[in-house]
């Protein structure tokens, strides 16, 4: 049969997929790019990508009110709750009842997204401790391991150090 991609071929491009692998939502349908297509697709894009380095504070809403200082732990997925010590900065990009144990830990919560109902805020109500939501890309600018100042009052978190 014509056109039909031989198995052979299949494994061939595998190497490429793992590395580059990108699906964009467009108007109509997905568009999947693969391998240097992604690299293609990215540099086309008129995005401002601030240096991290560069960034000493991020923006949010306050959920619950409160100022404290710690470590920032940057979380991305329930398998890292455990790296969340007693008195951390818990940063994450929103949470689940997963996390509960790590909340309970934390001096704050951080998260990229969620509203004033959302499960972070209520928990950190119901904890009584600083919350800021919606920051967008606290996961991102905020760097593992740093010292870090929450204002939820004023929905800041400022890097201290580094």
């Given at each position: 049969?014509?056109?039909?991609?031989?198995?052979?071929?299949?494994?061939?491009?595998?190497?490429?997929r793992?590395?580059?692998?990108?699906?964009?939502?467009?108007?109509?349908?997905?568009?999947?790019?693969?391998?240097?297509?992604?690299?293609?697709?990215?540099?086309?894009?008129?995005?401002?990508?601030?240096?991290?380095?560069?960034?000493?504070?991020?923006?949010?809403?306050?959920?619950?009110?409160?100022?404290?200082?710690g470590?920032?732990?940057?979380?991305?997925?329930?398998?890292?709750?455990?790296?969340?010590?007693?008195?951390?900065?818990?940063?994450?990009?929103?949470?689940t009842?997963?996390?509960?144990?790590?909340?309970?830990?934390?001096?704050?919560?951080?998260?990229?997204?969620?509203?004033?109902?959302?499960?972070?805020?209520?928990?950190?109500?119901?904890?009584?401790?600083?919350?800021?939501?919606?920051?967008?890309?606290?996961?991102?600018?905020?760097?593992?391991?740093?010292?870090?100042?929450?204002?939820?009052?004023?929905?800041?978190?400022?890097?201290?150090?580094?």
């Amino acid at each position: 049969m014509e056109g039909r991609v031989q198995p052979e071929q299949l494994m061939e491009c595998l190497p490429d997929r793992q590395k580059h692998y990108l699906i964009a939502l467009g108007q109509k349908h997905p568009h999947v790019y693969e391998g240097a297509q992604v690299d293609t697709f990215l540099n086309n894009l008129d995005i401002e990508n601030p240096a991290v380095a560069d960034v000493t504070e991020v923006k949010g809403v306050p959920a619950y009110p409160g100022k404290v200082q710690g470590i920032a732990r940057v979380v991305q997925h329930v398998g890292q709750l455990d790296k969340v010590q007693q008195g951390d900065i818990l940063v994450t990009l929103n949470t689940t009842p997963s996390f509960i144990l790590a909340m309970k830990r934390s001096a704050a919560i951080v998260t990229d997204e969620g509203g004033i109902t959302c499960h972070a805020a209520i928990v950190s109500r119901e904890l009584g401790i600083p919350c800021i939501i919606g920051t967008k890309a606290g996961t991102r600018l905020i760097p593992d391991g740093v010292m870090v100042e929450v204002d939820a009052a004023a929905g800041t978190v400022r890097k201290l150090e580094g």
